[in-house]
């Protein structure tokens, strides 16, 4: 089926899949917890994605190893979200803006446990190698 004019491309599950590194399941489930609720349905019900919901799966795929929760993540969407809405009223922005920046912060401080962690993983495996 060819697109329409100013029509966003739609990929089926399988496809965002792919392109996301997640499993099926995992897409599903987070349609399921109203995280990323596909854009539309095909005539036969299947799940139907435009390019900027396979953009807020990757920001949720992102959070997972960081240790965020499904609810945080949707405040973060929901933040993202205000933040990029030009009609948003001021107060709304700066409350979303704020949000943002708690995440960024603890995105932050958890990546530096992790290569701590890494580091760590290395050196054994290292020492483990040695004859």
Known sequence: M??????????????????????IKTI??????????????SKGGFR???E???QRLLVIRRMKPLGFTLEEMRELLTALDARADGSADREAR??????????????????AELRTQLAYA??????????
């Open 2 to 23: 060819p697109e329409r004019e100013n029509e966003p491309a739609q990929m089926q599950i399988g496809n965002v899949a792919a392109r996301t590194e997640l499993s």
């Open 28 to 41: 599903r489930h987070y349609d399921d917890a109203g995280l990323v609720t596909p854009s539309a349905r």
């Open 48 to 50: 139907l994605y435009t």
């Open 52 to 54: 900027s919901d396979v």
């Open 94 to 111: 700066a409350t979303a803006e704020r949000y943002v920046d708690e995440c960024h912060r603890r995105a932050e401080t958890t990546c």
């Open 122 to 131: 290395e050196e054994f495996t290292a020492l483990l190698a040695q004859p």
